[in-house]
């Protein structure tokens, strides 16, 4: 190939680039376009009796999940103030010790 040829293979190559990004493109677009359709046109219904049910279902499953972490923190905060309750005598015999801490 004669250096003179060379911006038309330049061309070349860079129109066959943009043909196949374009075809990748217009490929996935065609793909999700009657997803986007059925979404835009669809009317919502009513639900059925099974939606409903799992609805119900799924409610009552984040009520329990719920109640589950409220006994979760209740325990933790009982421990936190036992904790607590155990180390003030320990405070008032190093304030006793040592005097006051000094800020």
Do not use: H, Y
Request: aromatic share 6%; charged share 20%.
């Amino acid at each position: 190939c004669k250096p003179s040829c060379l911006p038309f293979i330049i061309i070349i190559l860079a129109t066959m680039a943009l043909f196949t990004t374009l075809q990748r493109t217009t490929q996935v677009a065609s793909r999700s376009l009657p997803r986007l359709i059925a979404k835009a046109g669809a009317a919502r219904g009513m639900a059925t009796e099974k939606q409903i049910f799992n609805q119900i279902q799924s409610s009552k499953n984040i009520q329990k999940i719920t109640g589950s972490m409220k006994m979760v923190s209740a325990a933790k905060l009982k421990g936190d103030e036992t904790r607590l309750a155990l180390a003030k005598p320990f405070n008032e015999w190093t304030n006793a010790f040592c005097g006051e801490a000094v800020s």
